[in-house]
């Protein structure tokens, strides 16, 4: 019984909810992108923030095939495509933090 009620005190502890946004393959796709972006806490706010990315005209790739947008802080924050995505030469992350947290994403895009 106390094995039981220290694995289950242990489970809360180590419990993180992060919300990690993984779209289409990397599996044998080139990685053409990869960046660590940050920006500071809002006091009292969430803060939203738009990235964007684009795949130089000049590229062999023509297309996204894959996007990966960890989140660093481990916090509840999210990342959602808002324009462009898998299947075309640019995307939009759309990222908002919890409120008084800091955006931390590594981003990685293959083509």
Same mark, same amino acid.
């Given at each position: 019984m106390k094995s039981?009620?220290?694995l289950?005190?242990?489970a809360i502890v180590v419990f993180v909810e992060c919300n990690h946004t993984f779209m289409?393959?990397?599996? @044998?796709?080139?990685?053409?992108f990869? #960046?660590? +972006?940050? @920006?500071?806490?809002?006091?009292?706010? #969430?803060? +939203?923030e738009n990235f964007t990315y684009t795949v130089p005209p000049y590229?062999?790739?023509?297309?996204?095939?894959?996007?990966?947008?960890?989140?660093?802080?481990n916090t509840s924050a999210s990342a959602n495509v808002t324009q462009g995505g898998i299947g075309y030469p640019f995307v939009t992350?759309?990222?908002?933090?919890?409120s008084n947290k800091e955006i931390n994403y590594d981003i990685y895009i293959y083509g």
């Open positions: 039981l009620l220290c289950f005190i242990i289409g393959t990397n599996v @044998y796709r080139p990685l053409i990869h #960046k660590n +972006v940050k @920006y500071s806490s809002n006091l009292w706010r #969430k803060r +939203v590229s062999y790739i023509r297309t996204i095939q894959g996007i990966l947008a960890y989140d660093l802080t992350l759309r990222m908002k933090s919890e």
